[in-house]
């Protein structure tokens, strides 16, 4: 007799359900009914581990026409705060690790980032460019309250007078505000938090240990009352989920203080598809199939689609509503009148070492 498949369970505090295999690896992990656990209680929360990556440069560079920025940082692989829908998930294969649960369970931590940051921007042919805090996953995640790596990365950052932008949606931004202040005043920094959903409970399913929506819109506050301009990411847009907020979460960010918006619909490639239609199934099985149907329906009949110019907008009719109610949105909310993104790189100074020559201009 076969032994049967079960299928996975929510664990407290996760979203993922499942941890299979990355697509690099040559066998499947199922979890099976052998006939001693069926009546097993329910699996203890998972702990979080921290492993230290040996990472031997900082900056990343890319030249995606998708995207505006070119530099970033990423101190932190794989992300706690666990957003089901998270685009990142898929680069845990390439630890061989699993895109589901080892994905916000084992974080890689790059504790040289700042050390090798000074060291690249420093070098004679480095050429300034605003360098974005956050691209693929939180620079500000637990594990950022007692390591310091992110806050140690901007008191670099401010020593070359280098312009950066953070993506985050943690309240823990706060804390740097020291930092960012200034910076914000001699137009070096500027911060986009991201807004999925008002709905409290809906969060606690789709980003788990990620701030309420209520403190993100806090944080909004926070940084526009010091002069530190702010965007908000109403992203990503689900179809049938969390779309029909866009106006309300445009709104209260307004409302906050932010003064540029943007928005992604749900982006779904590789093994992130399979586990966010496994989300689906388990915590809104009701609109499970409506919601896969309306993505499908956005990406010329699959889940995704990666080509540059629409993997952020999707196209079709639900696409194209979905672009019309954003654009009158924004200009009915006067947002995006200027640009978050375009910082001042002429004040960038290497500043200077010990024994270097001072200059008479």
């Not at 239609?277 to 309306?294: C, F, G, I, N, Y």
Request: charged share 25%; hydrophobic share 40%.
């Amino acid at each position: 007799m076969m032994d049967e498949v079960l299928a996975d369970r929510p664990r407290k505090g996760r979203g993922a359900l499942s941890n299979a295999s990355g697509r690099f690896e040559p066998e499947i992990k199922v979890r099976i009914d052998d006939g001693w656990g069926s009546e097993d209680p329910p699996a203890h929360p998972l702990d979080t581990i921290l492993a230290r990556d040996s990472a031997k440069t900082i900056i990343t560079r890319n030249d995606s026409p998708d995207v505006p920025f070119e530099q970033s940082i990423n101190p932190y692989r794989g992300c706690e705060h666990g957003c089901i829908y998270c685009f990142a998930r898929p680069t845990h294969a390439f630890l061989g690790l699993s895109p589901g649960l080892d994905f916000e369970s084992r974080i890689f931590v790059k504790e040289d980032a700042p050390a090798l940051l000074a060291a690249e921007l420093s070098r004679p042919g480095y050429r300034c460019k605003t360098i974005t805090l956050g691209a693929n996953t939180d620079p500000y995640q637990p594990a950022e309250r007692k390591l310091q790596l992110t806050r140690r990365i901007l008191a670099v950052l401010r020593e070359f007078q280098h312009p950066l932008c953070i993506v985050t949606k943690s309240a823990l931004v706060q804390r740097d505000i020291d930092l960012l202040a200034p910076m914000a005043a001699d137009r070096l920094a500027g911060v986009a938090v991201s807004l999925t959903t008002l709905d409290r409970k809906l969060a606690r399913k789709m980003e788990p240990r990620a701030a309420t929506p209520e403190r993100r819109l806090e944080t909004i506050a926070a940084l526009s009352k010091v002069g530190i301009p702010v965007a908000v990411l109403a992203s990503p847009m689900i179809p049938a989920l969390n779309d029909m907020e866009l106006e309300r979460i445009l709104e209260a960010a307004a409302a906050a203080g932010a003064s540029n918006a943007g928005t992604i619909l749900l982006r779904l490639p590789l093994e992130l598809a399979g586990l966010f239609e496994e989300w689906l199934e388990t915590h809104v099985p009701d609109r499970a199939k409506h919601v896969m149907s309306l993505i499908r329906q956005s990406r010329g009949g699959k889940a995704y689609q990666s080509q540059w110019g629409t993997r952020m907008t999707g196209t079709g009719p639900y696409a194209e509503m979905l672009r019309i109610r954003f654009d009158r949105a924004i200009r009915r909310l006067g947002l995006n009148r200027g640009r978050v993104w375009q910082l001042d790189t002429t004040r960038f100074r290497p500043p200077p070492k010990q024994g270097d020559q001072l200059r008479l201009f």
